[in-house]
């Protein structure tokens, strides 16, 4: 990883790990935070509908985690433009914060929604989870037998 005088083996993994995130943060992020109410209604889209499932619709709720996913979106693009791994660590224990209790709700909440909606549902949350656990494992690997954790 950058900062460490070298690129580590897992760079391009770490990379692509981590713009992949930032997609997934910034879009629906961007989505929620620019049209609440289209959020709300139809998110994640092609004619399913997960939020709207939870009434009552709250634009206050819907614009606050519009604004936390393009944050924690930013957060994760600069750990991928710099692959520092203290800034890397920190976005994957963000993101974990963030989608650890957001997995354990929804795992809760499943009524109303059909199997394929379910199953849809739950392998998006459970991967919102593993990517940042990934990182993390990463991250830690690729400062094992340095001399310095920390960059510059």
Not at 58 to 80: I, K, P, Q, R, W
Not at 92 to 107: E, I, M, Q, Y
């Amino acid at each position: 990883m950058a900062g460490e005088g070298r690129r580590g083996a897992c760079a391009p993994t770490v990379s692509h790990d981590l713009w992949a995130l930032f997609a997934t943060l910034a879009l629906t992020g961007g989505w929620a935070l620019g049209a609440p109410r289209s959020f709300y209604d139809s998110f994640p889209g092609a004619g399913r509908t997960w939020v709207a499932l939870l009434p009552p619709y709250n634009e206050h709720l819907v614009l606050d985690v519009g604004g936390l996913s393009l944050s924690l979106a930013v957060l994760t693009a600069a750990a991928a433009l710099t692959l520092q791994r203290l800034l890397v660590i920190v976005t994957a224990l963000a993101v974990l914060v963030w989608s650890t209790p957001h997995l354990l709700f929804h795992l809760g909440h499943l009524e109303g929604l059909g199997t394929a909606d379910k199953v849809g549902q739950v392998v998006v949350l459970v991967l919102g989870v593993a990517a940042p656990l990934v990182l993390l494992r990463l991250a830690l690997a690729a400062g094992r037998g340095t001399r310095s954790t920390r960059s510059p």
